[in-house]
């Protein structure tokens, strides 16, 4: 018998972990297992063509909210081709409608719902066996946890889901085929199942306590990733430091780790304390990244969610973090939450926006089957998407209007702040020109809306002209002259190729370019700020730097926007990146 597991994930980087734990859990009784990965933005009949080549008696797949209509629209037609081959489902997305969603797909053979480590095998042994309803001396379909099959005309479902309480068990999913595919992917990885917390909009709440594997089996599976060069480790541990002793034994073998690979938590800034905070601290830059939900700063909002957490503290946490320099810091808002209009996700909105998060996440709050907030859905007024992924349009606290402001907001975000390129240019301006962050952004998108600017793509060099283009008209020649200084410099330090973007002027001496030979051949001037080029020709230390002018001092990420002119001359470093936020290393330099 020839099974494959199939995994259809949301993007090329991305691998999954799912079916590489279903394999590893399947011994010879089970036949050839084979696991398949595949995106949702390849072409559905060449991932057909490949499925259908195979010419397997078992097609398995992992579900979720952004592959479930490929994956029902693919087993379709691969059941036409193959009419003996046996559909299974398994994962997040039909683990609550099992029986509903095989009535209205007639191809699905069978569905796992919960945890398939120990049903999946139960259930490919059963079919290796030919024994579905009998015991033969081996499993049977009556017997494994969380299965829903067809029996006759009927479809059953077998009630509890099997869990595994001792996770040390379930066999390692990083095995020697698994590693050999890494490459560049991002690799999934869980120390723990569950979490202490019982969020209404997360599917973790439907599952009570938390298991955890041994740090023993962490360390060496960690050590498996590490020596194949992954690039990074992201860990699934919904609250990775709910358990403080363990989460820091973990960051010290993460810290003491060779090589360049780094490592992605979930973490709850109000659970850090001051020993953890000093381990972080020994951290190489880049090495670690965290991600952290605050979701609304509202009370009454995070009451109603049954999110327990004290912002005080959090907030103080992601300040600290973000004043050791060498952490990603990655912060999250979701709109849409119950008691939470238009004005207080202003407030929240403005409030994590000033912790100065690397990445700020606006997200949408989806209704996810399983979840308490879509069983309270009418309590709220709930409207909302019915097929995947169920975000909400709107309810009693926000229009739809209103959230479509939010959408626009939500897109600016991503291109201009999230890209890291416009650091000192949207503290320039926000401070210069608005009262607070919301209200750039909100005005901004306006602007870019009637431009339409939001239904396409910019590139990365456009992006800085439009943005000049909108504040322009509102700055003085002074504001003006400052304002091309920081878009300039967020420019070169983000982009080597040296020619600026249209719109954004240089003013360089005629002399410039010769001043800026003698530099390079002064021994001291390299020993003292470029000493990574030390001993190497000017001419080949030019091509690896830039030199530029400004007017203004922008070395500094908010300077004292009402200082004199003051000529400065800054030497961008492209042979050298901060680890952190991506960007080239300069420095400023007499010349």
Not at 33 to 53: C, G, H, Q
Not at 500 to 507: D, Q, S, T, V, Y
Request: hydrophobic letters at 40%; one cysteine or more; aromatic letters at 14%.
């Amino acid at each position: 018998m020839k099974t494959l597991i199939i995994a259809l994930n949301s993007k090329y980087i991305h691998s999954s972990l799912a079916p590489w734990y279903l394999k590893a859990g399947c011994g010879s009784e089970c036949g050839t297992v084979k696991v398949m990965e595949f995106t949702i933005n390849d072409s559905p009949d060449s991932v057909l063509a490949e499925l259908y080549r195979e010419k397997a008696d078992v097609a398995a797949f992992s579900c979720y909210i952004w592959n479930i209509a490929f994956v029902l629209d693919l087993v379709r037609e691969l059941k036409k081709l193959s009419p003996g081959i046996k559909i299974v489902l398994g994962g997040p997305e039909v683990s609550f409608d099992a029986q509903e969603l095989m009535r209205e797909n007639p191809s699905i053979d069978y569905v796992i719902a919960g945890e398939g480590d120990i049903s999946f095998s139960l259930l490919l042994k059963c079919l290796k066996n030919g024994a579905p309803y009998m015991n033969r001396g081996g499993p049977v379909l009556d017997e494994i946890g969380g299965l829903s099959y067809r029996k006759g005309n009927e479809i059953v479902s077998n009630l509890p889901c099997h869990f595994v309480q001792d996770l040390d068990l379930i066999p390692s999913p990083y095995t020697p085929d698994m590693l050999s595919r890494l490459g560049d992917k991002l690799v999934y990885f869980e120390s723990s199942r569950g979490c202490p917390f019982s969020c209404s909009y997360c599917l973790s709440s439907t599952f009570e306590g938390v298991r955890y594997f041994s740090l023993d089996r962490v360390k060496g599976d960690l050590g498996l990733l590490i020596g194949a060069g992954a690039k990074l480790v992201k860990f699934v541990d919904r609250t990775f430091n709910c358990n403080k002793s363990r989460a820091k034994e973990i960051f010290k073998f993460v810290i003491k780790s060779p090589g360049e690979t780094s490592f992605h938590f979930e973490a709850a800034a109000d659970l850090f304390d001051d020993e953890m905070l000093d381990i972080l601290s020994e951290a190489p830059p880049g090495k670690i990244q965290f991600e952290i939900g605050i979701q609304s700063t509202n009370l009454r909002t995070l009451e109603a969610v049954d999110r327990k957490t004290s912002l005080d503290k959090a907030f103080y946490n992601v300040r600290r973090i973000r004043e050791l320099g060498n952490i990603h810091v990655h912060l999250d808002l979701i709109a849409g939450l119950p008691y939470e209009g238009y004005n207080e996700f202003k407030r929240s909105f403005n409030q994590v926006y000033g912790l100065k998060p690397h990445q700020f996440q606006l997200g949408f709050l989806k209704m996810l089957k399983g979840s308490k907030i879509r069983r309270e859905a009418e309590l709220h007024g709930y409207i909302f998407r019915e097929r995947p992924p169920y975000e909400v349009l709107c309810n009693r606290y926000i229009t739809f209007d209103e959230m479509l402001d939010l959408k626009g907001i939500e897109e600016l975000v991503e291109r201009y702040y999230n890209s890291g390129r416009f650091v000192r240019s949207l503290n320039f301006i926000i401070g210069e020109f608005f009262r607070d962050p919301f209200s750039f952004y909100r005005e901004f998108y306006l602007y870019c809306d009637m431009k339409g600017y939001l239904s396409r793509p910019l590139s990365s060099r456009q992006l800085y002209t439009v943005l000049m283009d909108f504040v322009e008209g509102m700055a003085s020649a002074e504001q003006t002259e400052m304002l091309n200084d920081a878009l300039k410099f967020d420019f070169l330090a983000s982009d080597s190729s040296g020619n600026l973007p249209e719109g954004i002027k240089r003013e360089l001496p005629g002399d410039f370019k010769e001043r800026c030979f003698e530099f390079l051949k002064n021994e001291n001037n390299v020993a003292t700020f470029l000493p990574e080029f030390k001993g190497q020709p000017a001419k080949e230390i030019f091509k690896k730097v830039h030199f530029e002018t400004f007017n203004y001092d922008f070395t500094q990420v908010k300077p004292d926007f009402g200082c004199k002119k003051d000529k400065t001359v800054v030497v961008f470093n492209y042979k050298a990146k901060n680890r952190v936020t991506g960007l080239y290393s300069f420095i400023k330099v007499g010349l």
